[in-house]
C-alpha cells in the first residue's frame, strides 16, 4: 500500500494526535509516523503539524463505511448489487469491476479511499487526495454487445447530475462527453469501460470520480497536469455527507444500468438541453491530428454531439479520442 491506512484513520476525526500516541497506537517508531505523514501529504493531504500537540488533518475526513452504504441504497439498487466492496487502496476501481469473477447479470460495485493509478478518458491521470473524493465503479457482464451501451455516458451524467442536485447540490451542469461542472469548474468525472466481442456479451464499468475537498496542493497538481479548474462538492453543499453522497451516486448508475441498453428519450434529451454547459457555445474539438470549431446544439438520441460546423452544417460526433473545449 503507497500510504499508511491506520495512521488516515487515526487522523481522520480531525484532532491533533502526538506522534508518540500516534506510534504507541499504531505499534511503529516516531520516524515511521513522520515518514507515513509526509506521505500523506505528497498525495495531497494537507496535515498541520502543531507544536507540543501534534498532528492533525485541516478538516477531518468520514471514511467511506461499506454497511453504512448498502443501508444507504433503495431497496430496488441495493437488490440489484450482489457486491459492494471498499477499500483502503487500488490501482483503479473501474479494473477491478472490469477483472471481477461476477456471474453474467450480476452487477458489481468497488469504492476506495485512494486510487493508486486513477484514470480519465485518454488516459489522463484522475487526482483525488485519500479520503477528499469519492472513487467508485459499478458494472458487470451484461447480456448485450458495446455498442449498444453508446447512450450510456450522457444517461449517466444526467443521474448523476439529479441524486446530486437531491443532496441540495444546486445547479449541477454537464459537458460532453463525460464531465460533472458546477459553473465552469469541474466536479467530478465519468469513465465508462467496454471490453466485449461485437455481438456480445459485452462487460461494462461505469467509474465515477468526484470532488468532495480540494486543498491548495491538489488544485496546483490538478493546474499542472492541464484539467480543468476543481470544483468542490463542500463548497456548494457543506453538510452533505462523503457516504451520503457515494451512495447516491451508486444508486443513479445501478439504476442507469438496468435501464440499459438503450438510447436517450425525449425526456432524457430535454434534460440535457436544461444542463447542458456548451449548448449553442462555440467549441473546440480535438481529435490525434486535427482541430477544428463549431457550434454546439446539443446531443442526438445515441449521445453524439452535434457541431455546426462553419458552413452551416451539422455534423455527428461520437467520443472516441474526442477533446471538447469552449473556444478561446
Known sequence: MSFNMALLRALAPGDPVSGTALGRALGTSRTAIWKGIQRLVDLGLEVEAKPGLGYRLAAPLELLDAARLRRALPAAASARLARLEVLAETDSTNSRVLFSDAAPGVLVACLAEHQSAGRGRHGRAWLAAPGRGVCLSVGGRMPASPADFAGLPPAVGLACAEALERLGVPGVRLKWPNDLLLGDAKLGGILIE????????????????????????????????????????????????????????????????????????????????????????????????????????????????LLETADGTLRRVTAGEVTLRPAA
Not at 212 to 234: D, E, F, N, Q, S
Open 194 to 305: 467496454l471490453r466485449g466481442e461485437a455481438q456480445g456479451p459485452a462487460t461494462v464499468a461505469v467509474g465515477i470520480g468526484l470532488n468532495l475537498h480540494v486543498g491548495a496542493p491538489m488544485r496546483a497538481a490538478i493546474g499542472a497536469a492541464g484539467g480543468l479548474p476543481p470544483a468542490a462538492l463542500a463548497d456548494a453543499a457543506p453538510d452533505v455527507g462523503r457516504n451520503e453522497v457515494a451512495a447516491a451516486l451508486l444508486a443513479a448508475v445501478v439504476e442507469t444500468l438496468a435501464q440499459m441498453p438503450g438510447g436517450l428519450g425525449e425526456e432524457a434529451l430535454a434534460a440535457w438541453v436544461r444542463r447542458d454547459a456548451l449548448r449553442d457555445r462555440a467549441v473546440r474539438l480535438e481529435t490525434p491530428g486535427r482541430a477544428e470549431t463549431g457550434i454546439a446544439r446539443g446531443i442526438d438520441a445515441t449521445g453524439a454531439l
